[in-house]
T-cell receptor, first 111, second 115 residues
């Protein structure tokens, strides 16, 4: 499975867009990019996933570069409740979703 | 649906004691995952089941750890004997499918402290 690299922490002002980058330069053609987040002491929560096209749902948007070597998770209007650790995961569909969560990015949303 | 249910939420025990963690997956989900989270090692997958059958237990740290899934609505993770280094938060998750793109739903976790 491809290794992902994320910055350890980021700050964002409340109400502004939060753009969280992820590098997955060794991703293979059958690996999806997943994003999960973990709010303090809770279980991780699914956010979004994509293969090569940009995706949007009620929580966030996922922008994947054309070469698929990196992606960005966008929270369009961050709130204080979005403060969490965000995990970017690359995983092939046949691998029973055996996720490697890594260290993630701690997003601090500030008033 | 109540989501993934784990019990107990907190467990404090002494070294050498047996510990049993319990999980009830979301009804209709056929994949179940046990994770462990510590500050040092982050979130690690211990074992996962598909249709009640263990598929991969390569993440189980040692023979003191065992997991069972006797039916589709119940799983246990047992540590015998427990050691202080087993102190961690243990999460159970379930998903609808065994392959493809399936969201994993996590329970609230069990915080285990071994003294």
């Amino acid at each position: 499975d491809a290794k992902t690299t994320q910055p350890p922490s980021m700050d964002c002002a409340e109400g502004r867009a939060a753009n969280l980058p992820c590098n997955h330069s060794t991703i293979s053609g059958n690996e999806y990019v997943y994003w999960y987040r973990q709010i303090h002491s809770q279980g991780p929560q699914y956010i979004i996933h994509g293969l090569k096209n940009n995706e949007t749902n009620e929580m966030a948007s996922l922008i994947i570069t054309e070469d698929r070597k990196s992606s960005t998770l966008i929270l369009p209007h961050a709130t204080l409740r979005d403060t969490a650790v965000y995990y970017c995961i690359a995983n092939p569909t046949y691998n029973f979703n055996k996720f490697y969560f890594g260290s993630g990015t701690k997003l601090n949303v500030k008033p | 649906d109540a989501g993934v249910i784990q019990s107990p939420r907190h467990e404090v025990t002494e070294m050498g004691q047996e510990v049993t963690l319990r999980c009830k997956p979301i009804s209709g989900h056929n994949s179940l995952f046990w994770y462990r989270q510590t500050m040092m090692r982050g979130l690690e997958l211990l074992i996962y089941f598909n249709n009640n059958v263990p598929i991969d237990d390569s993440g189980m740290p040692e023979d003191r750890f065992s997991a069972k899934m006797p039916n589709a609505s119940f799983s246990t993770l047992k540590i015998q004997p427990s050691e202080p280094r087993d102190s961690a938060v243990y999460f159970c998750a379930s998903s609808l499918g065994s392959g493809g793109v399936n969201e994993q739903f996590f329970g609230p976790g069990t915080r285990l402290t071994v003294l």
